[in-house]
């Protein structure tokens, strides 16, 4: 993997962290009920775990497809996929919530996948997975391929980690969720423009 796919995944890991539909308002949520900075970090790992689940599916799954036909179809479908997606976020009104604050971590990780999969979160790992040099098939690649899905969804899951992580703590700890409202507009329609943006790139890589 290039310096610049590693970047590209630590970038999207960050962005995915910011975005407050990816689990750290949930987590400043559950502090402030239970009055508990503990109840913030404590739901921080089982985020990040759903986070990871969304996005290891979609990393093994094109890892393990791997050949130059396959790969063209995936990323071009994908990529279909990306803009079409962030088209419907960028057009949509609708906002997901989830009503009710007590969960317990097993439901809190399946909240989180089922979040990072409705915002199109493996998706977006689709231009570094499909323009990366694919491995000369010989005995023992599938087992390559599936070190590097989980290598990509480690290194993209962490920065999302610490990047939730920093904002839950600040946000729980300083400005806490009077300025929310405005945040989540604006972060909705950046998170479908970068949609729109790596659909596109993946179709343009593809071709």
Known sequence: ?????LAALVALGAFHGLNPAMGWLFA?????????????????????????????LVAV?????RSIATTQIIAIVGGVVLVGFGLYRLLSRRHFRWVGMRLSLWQLAGWS????SVHGAGLMILPVLTTAPAPHHHHGAATSDLSAAVFITGVHTLAM??????IAVLVYEI???????????????????????AGTVTLLTAT
């Open 28 to 56: 400043v949520a559950r502090g402030l009920q239970e009055r508990s900075r503990a109840r913030v970090l404590q739901s921080l790992p089982a985020i990040a775990a759903g986070h990871a689940a969304s996005v290891g």
């Open 175 to 197: 400005v806490g969720l009077t300025i929310l409202r405005r945040a989540w507009f604006n972060l909705d329609r950046l998170w479908a423009a970068a949609l729109i943006t």
């Open 1 to 5: 993997m290039t310096n610049g796919s």
């Open 161 to 166: 980690f610490a990047t939730a992580g920093l």
């Open 113 to 116: 996948f089922l979040m990072s």
């Open 61 to 65: 799954l094109v890892s393990l497809t």
